[in-house]
Nanobody, 123 residues
Framework: QVQLVESGGGLVQAGGSLRLSCAAS????????MGWFRQAPGKEREFVAA????????NYDDSVKGRFTISRDNAKNTVYLQMNSLKPEDTAAYYC????????????????WGQGTQVTVSS
């Protein structure tokens, strides 16, 4: 079992930055690929970014590429999402998730999810 708790959300103006954190507890954090997802009101949850067990390999949705950066600190059992140049369309609840296995595989489900943190970008 892995428990995930997100933090760092808030209200920011367009063009601003936020850094989300996701603290993990439980089994062997460094053996999981980690991801960030988001869900806006009335929309389905969508993939944002993922990284492998040591952060050496990353994947991004095209909508955030070049603006968002996923990273992790295994010593702190924490994964981050640095979000720059934020746009109103980035407004959503953001969730971190853990996928069993060292390397991110988009065809496989994520096994554990946090409760989410709200990000609101004003225009």
């Amino acid at each position: 079992q892995v428990q995930l708790v997100e933090s760092g959300g808030g209200l920011v103006q367009a063009g601003g930055s936020l850094r989300l954190s996701c603290a993990a507890s439980g089994r062997a954090f460094s053996s999981y690929a980690m991801g960030w997802f988001r869900q806006a009101p009335g929309k389905e949850r969508e993939f944002v970014a993922a990284c492998n067990f040591n952060g050496g390999s990353t994947n991004y949705d095209d909508s955030v590429k070049g603006r968002f950066t996923i990273s992790r600190d295994n010593a702190k059992n924490t994964v981050y999402l640095q979000m720059n140049s934020l746009k109103p369309e980035d407004t959503a609840a953001y969730y971190c998730a853990a996928q069993s296995g060292y390397y991110y595989k988009p065809q496989y489900k994520f096994d554990y999810w946090g409760q989410g943190t709200q990000v609101t970008v004003s225009s």
